[in-house]
């Protein structure tokens, strides 16, 4: 233990608060970070796109209470972000961060997001990709649909067809893309770039409930979406133009409601579906999260949900492993 501490003491610490959707984390996270004087990193393949605020749950101006966050409002909703993008502005946050002798603390529910950055996973290979292997695939997909290329993915990385969702063109893509270039699986190539020893000194932490009690919390939530403006959200960014092919409008909230304004399904389906899905997202990233290694869970239950026991046991941990007190 005492040689573990010693190894993390010639890193840079880097403290990891995830879980899945609606848990509760944006609000413990704002805590530890007024209690270290850190700052928050985003790990949200949503809240990056400006005018995405209630279906991307955005933590408000309000809710920071000062507390500076990284990678929200950077994006337009017409430009694409992916892992790799945000691989590369989260390290320009980090050396940000640090330069300024603040903590960095990542914050969000986007497993392979807080991976690549955790471990530096290389994208050289896999996101430098080919236009002309790209275009077709992207071609064949609107040709022959989502489960068709899903489907040839199996073919050929089984293990990668089972990890991403047939609806997930753009990674099935990219899956197919690599083994078209490279001739070797993308999961075996991730599986050996998650072998690589971590350059940070971490903390990672999985904020969880129960699930009974984490779906009832993910319906309130769409509720109060709805009732905070969701649709009209939505359908302001579809008169400007914006559809469902975007990467920003296949987020949840905004496919499901980009479907009722086209005409395809009710108001009261689209709604029901979004639930759906959400609740079945939520289950993923727990899936996910109870792969990776050197979690922490934080099971609420077990704290009583009370969240200044939460934080307590979090900040004994910073104190004790990275050095870090309040």
Not at 185 to 212: G, M, Q, T, W
């Amino acid at each position: 233990m005492t040689e573990r501490i010693e190894q993390k003491a010639k890193k840079n610490p880097l403290i990891i608060l995830t879980g899945p959707t609606a848990v509760g984390k944006t609000k413990l996270s704002i805590r530890l970070a007024k209690a270290l004087d850190a700052e928050i990193i985003s790990a949200d393949s949503m809240q990056v796109y400006r005018h995405m605020d209630i279906g991307s749950a955005k933590v408000t101006t309000e809710e920071m209470q000062g507390v500076r966050h990284h990678l929200i409002d950077i994006l337009e909703p017409t430009e694409s972000f992916d892992v790799a993008r945000f691989q590369q502005l989260a390290k320009e946050s980090l050396r940000d961060i640090r330069e300024r002798g603040k903590v960095p603390i990542v914050v969000g529910g986007t497993g392979f997001y807080i991976q690549a950055l955790l471990y530096d996973i290389d994208f050289c290979e896999s996101e430098g990709g080919n236009g002309e292997i790209r275009r077709e695939l992207e071609a064949l997909a609107k040709e022959r649909g989502a489960a068709y290329l899903h489907a040839e993915l199996a073919k050929v990385d089984a293990e990668s067809a089972a990890a991403i969702h047939a609806n997930n063109c753009k990674r099935v893509i990219r899956a197919l893309e690599f083994y078209r270039l490279t001739g070797k699986k993308i999961s075996l190539h991730n599986e050996e770039e998650r072998k690589k020893e971590s350059p940070y000194a971490f903390l990672y932490y999985v904020l969880n409930d129960e699930r009974a009690a984490l779906y009832e919390r993910i319906d309130a939530r769409v509720e109060q979406m709805l009732k905070e403006g969701l649709l009209e959200e939505v359908r302001h960014l579809y008169e400007q133009g914006l559809h469902r092919d975007m990467v920003s409008m296949q987020g949840l909230g905004y496919k499901e409601i980009l479907d009722y304004l086209s005409g395809e399904c009710s108001l009261e389906e689209a709604v029901r579906i979004l639930k759906r899905d959400t609740r079945h997202f939520a289950k993923r990233q727990l899936t996910w999260f109870k792969r990776e290694r050197e979690v922490r869970w934080l099971n609420l239950w077990e704290f009583g949900y009370d969240q200044e026991r939460v934080l307590e046991y979090i900040l004994g941990d910073c104190e004790k492993e990275l050095g870090l007190s309040e």
